[in-house]
């Protein structure tokens, strides 16, 4: 019979072989105290609570041998991949491009755009760049999961409502089965991150499943 992980609306079935985790954007600019983030008035320690339970869900998948993916959200330098729309929309005083706290504002090779420390990929993890909040726009992600035979995706990272929820929505309207670690993944707004959960597993899994990162552990360890 097929492992399952017990998770809502039901319990979510698995195949080793075709299992990976994706972390998203647990990024030094979103995460840390003095980052992009902070700046915009948002309370970092919020996201900042996560990063031990990211780092447990990611040495389980590392023992187990099982693929991990990390996700950046960032720019090229020139800021070609940067749509007026999403510039302009950013606070007045410090946007996408800008010379910030920790370097240009999520922009690619800048120490601000960098994963932090304790969850930084391992040689030969996949690392997307990706300028959307959607991990599947504009990046190779995809023919990586098809060419690695990679069928469902566990997701975990920041924020819950914009790139987390937009990366799900896009790999569940691609057929994969999607489960968010509900204790690794935050959001400035605690309320968004409630919310956001409950409209994916919502109407029978519209979106997927959800449950905390220790049932997942447990059935990748059972
Ligand atoms: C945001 C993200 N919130 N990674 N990015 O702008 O969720």
């Not at 690695?148 to 691609?174: H, P």
Request: proline residues 8%; hydrophobic residues 40%.
């Amino acid at each position: 019979m097929m492992p399952v992980i017990q998770a809502d609306p039901f319990d979510f079935p698995f195949q080793r072989e075709m299992l990976a985790l994706i972390v998203i954007d647990m990024q030094r600019d979103f995460i840390e105290p003095g980052g992009f983030g902070e700046s915009l008035g948002n309370d970092v320690s919020q996201l900042g609570s996560i990063v031990p339970t990211v780092a447990t869900l990611l040495s389980a998948f590392r023992a187990a041998g099982l693929p991990v993916i990390h996700t950046r959200e960032c720019h090229k330098p020139d800021l070609s991949d940067l749509p007026d729309a999403k510039r302009d929309r950013g606070a007045p005083t410090l946007r996408i491009g800008d010379e910030g706290p920790m370097g240009r504002v999520l922009v690619a090779g800048e120490p601000g755009a960098e994963i932090v420390p304790a969850l930084a990929p391992y040689p030969g993890e996949k690392v997307v760049d990706k300028p959307g909040k959607g991990a599947f726009y504009a990046t190779d992600l995809m023919s990586h999961l098809q060419g690695n035979g990679i069928k469902q995706l566990i997701f975990a990272g920041v924020t819950t409502e914009v790139c987390v929820q937009t990366s799900m929505r896009e790999a569940n309207d691609r057929g994969f089965d999607c489960l968010i670690a509900t204790d690794a993944t935050a959001s400035y707004f605690p309320d968004f991150k409630t919310a956001a959960i409950e409209m994916i597993v919502a109407q029978g899994g519209i979106v997927g499943w959800a449950t905390p990162t220790a049932e997942i552990t447990g059935a990748l360890n059972g």
